[in-house]
């Protein structure tokens, strides 16, 4: 594990799959880990077959470790609303359940109050036919997911799930 530098910064974010949006946080300037893991739920130390009963009230997340001084909190946020639709609720594309929902996991009342600013600003543009659903709430423990699971789109580009699902939102976002 790379050491971080003192001033690094932790973010926590559900937006469905934890490999689609770990492919993408792992390509931002400024981002110096991304982690897959569950978050948000009542199972200590959960395991992914755990979870994909939508049984523990855990949701696939992301921690997401950064330079602050090469990117902002609000900066991620805003990658977060662009990069899953957070108007279905517990739901992205094929994926279905609570372990899928649309959430932001604050660690302290600034991240709270940036997500929630962002989150009423993106809703009242129009940009969404729908209303945002998002949940914004403060974390709770996260626990990383099994090892298969960390840089998965990097470790399995050419696999059809990364081909059909993943690529595509990396090309719309321009990160690939």
Same mark, same amino acid.
């Given at each position: ?29 400024? +981002?110096? #880990? ?9 199972? =200590?130390?959960? !395991?992914?077959?755990?979870?994909? /009963? ?63 600013? +962002?989150? #009423? ?9 729908? =209303?945002?659903? !998002?949940?914004?709430?403060?974390? /709770? ?36």
């Amino acid at each position: 594990m790379t050491d971080l530098p003192a001033h690094a910064q932790q973010a926590i974010f559900a937006g469905g799959c934890f490999w689609c949006t770990e492919a993408i946080y792992a390509r931002i300037d400024g +981002v110096l #880990k991304v982690e897959s893991g569950y978050i948000g739920g009542d199972v =200590p130390n959960p !395991t992914y077959q755990q979870v994909c /009963t939508g049984t523990t009230g855990h949701a696939e997340a992301i921690r997401v470790s950064f330079d602050p001084e090469k990117v902002s909190y609000e900066q991620l946020v805003r990658l977060f609303f662009a990069a899953h639709d957070p108007t279905t609720l517990n739901r992205q594309g094929a994926d279905v359940g609570t372990q899928y929902r649309s959430a932001i996991f604050t660690l302290d009342d600034a991240q709270a109050d940036t997500a929630e600013r +962002v989150k #009423k600003e993106i809703d009242a543009s129009g940009e969404f036919s729908r =209303p945002i659903v !998002t949940e914004i709430t403060p974390a /709770t423990t996260f626990y990383p997911a099994e090892d298969y699971h960390q840089d998965y789109f990097e470790r399995n580009s050419s696999a059809p799930y990364c081909q059909v699902v993943i690529a595509p939102k990396l090309k719309k976002l321009g990160l690939e």
